[in-house]
């Protein structure tokens, strides 16, 4: 493990860290260039406090809207961040599909239509993070999609599991496609597993890897979420055996640090021993601090009753609550202490 001590100072890995911008939205809007100036004032602040990048969701559009004029508005957002002095800032992409951009779907024009936004996404993650950026997400099964009986009935359990079945299997296809295209681009594909009450399959590290030991291109790979691992995992042993697996397969591609409220990493319910033992040795990639604030959509999304962390330039003071600045901070040193401990 790398360690830089400085007197006075607190233990510091020698890694980049990255920030999740849920905290502030989950749509860059960049048409609107007013809101681009707040984006470029978080920016600032963030780098300031030490983070060397950022995570951004890019947000479905309607499939009316060209996906050209979307990769358009990114160029520009990209230009307007490096005249304000951020071009050594690094980004990565939170991407989901949806019920319309579907690449499991059993239809094979919905198939396509999906891939052609997939790769869409691609380009938008090398435009905003360069060569060896990283789009992760719930990007293999739309997020929060719950399958239905023709009666209107929910799907659970093993008929759930059958049911997912052959839609990974038809995804399969659109995939290779998929990874050959982000091996170009040079972006890695980090799918990541969401626990069972946002969505259905993958739900677990290990339903990743199956899916991806089917496909011959090695650009796909896994995100590892220590929220999503805490809430909706099979113990730390099999935890331990599909880092070993991922790392085995060179798909081990990305890490979020998040608290299982999703709220303040600080002094939260982390498995710090694990992160330390089983991931720092071997994982090479940044690890992204990952808070989902109390903004739409994740209030009802998340059902979130917590308090909002308030972001300067954006939303008043809120006496007694922290700002999105304070907690970004606390978590930075959390990080740095315990990952050096």
Same mark, same amino acid.
């Given at each position: ?32 260039? =007013?809101?681009?100036?707040?984006? %470029?004032?978080?920016?600032? +602040? ?12 890019? +947000? ?8 050209? $004029? ?6 520009? $957002? ?32 919905? =198939? ?9 996404? *691609? ?16 990007? $293999? ?6 399958? $239905? ?6 799907? @659970?359990?093993?008929? /759930?599991?059958? @049911? %997912? ?19 170009? &681009?040079?972006?890695?594909?980090? %799918? ?12 677990? *590290?290990?339903? *990743? /890897?199956?899916? /991806? ?13 220590? +929220?999503?691992? /805490?809430?909706?995992s099979q113990g730390p042993s099999v935890f331990r055996n599909n880092i070993a697996r991922a790392v085995r397969q060179n798909r081990l591609h990305y890490v979020h640090i998040s608290a299982p409220d999703r709220g303040a990493v600080k002094d939260s319910w982390i498995p710090w021993d694990l992160v330390r033992s089983d991931i720092e040795p071997v994982y090479r990639g940044p690890y992204l601090v990952e808070v989902f604030n109390a903004?739409?959509?994740? *209030?009802?999304?998340?059902? &979130?009753? =917590?308090?909002?962390? @308030? ?31």
């Open positions: 493990m790398n360690v830089t001590l400085a007197r006075g100072l607190k233990p510091k890995i020698e890694r980049d860290v990255y920030f999740s911008f849920f905290m502030f939205t989950a749509d860059l809007r960049p048409q609107d260039t =007013r809101y681009t100036q707040t984006l %470029i004032n978080h920016l600032k +602040a963030l780098t300031d406090m030490g983070y060397a990048g950022f995570d951004v969701h890019i +947000a479905a559009r309607p499939a009316t809207v060209d996906h050209k $004029l979307e990769i358009d508005g990114y160029i520009a $957002l990209r230009k307007a961040f490096d005249q304000a002095g951020l071009r050594e800032v690094r980004f990565t992409t939170n991407v989901g599909t949806t019920r319309t951009f579907d690449p499991t779907s059993p239809y094979e024009g919905q =198939r396509a239509q999906a891939l052609s936004y997939l790769k869409s996404r *691609v380009d938008i993650t090398r435009i905003l993070g360069g060569g060896a950026s990283i789009m992760s997400g719930p990007f $293999l099964y739309p997020y929060g999609v719950f399958p $239905l009986t023709d009666d209107g009935e929910p799907l @659970w359990s093993d008929a /759930l599991q059958e @049911w %997912i079945k052959p839609r990974f299997h038809a995804a399969r296809g659109v995939f290779e496609e998929l990874s050959e295209y982000a091996a170009t &681009m040079e972006v890695k594909l980090a %799918i990541e597993p969401v626990k069972s009450w946002e969505t259905p399959p993958p739900n677990m *590290v290990s339903e *990743v /890897l199956d899916f /991806l030991e089917g496909l011959e291109h090695p650009q796909g790979g896994v995100t590892v979420d220590t +929220a999503q691992v /805490l809430m909706e903004i739409p959509p994740f *209030v009802s999304s998340m059902r &979130m009753a =917590r308090r909002r962390f @308030w972001r300067p330039g954006e939303d008043a003071p809120i006496r007694g609550v922290d700002s999105a600045y304070d907690v970004a901070k606390a978590a930075l040193e959390e990080l740095h202490t315990r990952i050096a401990a």
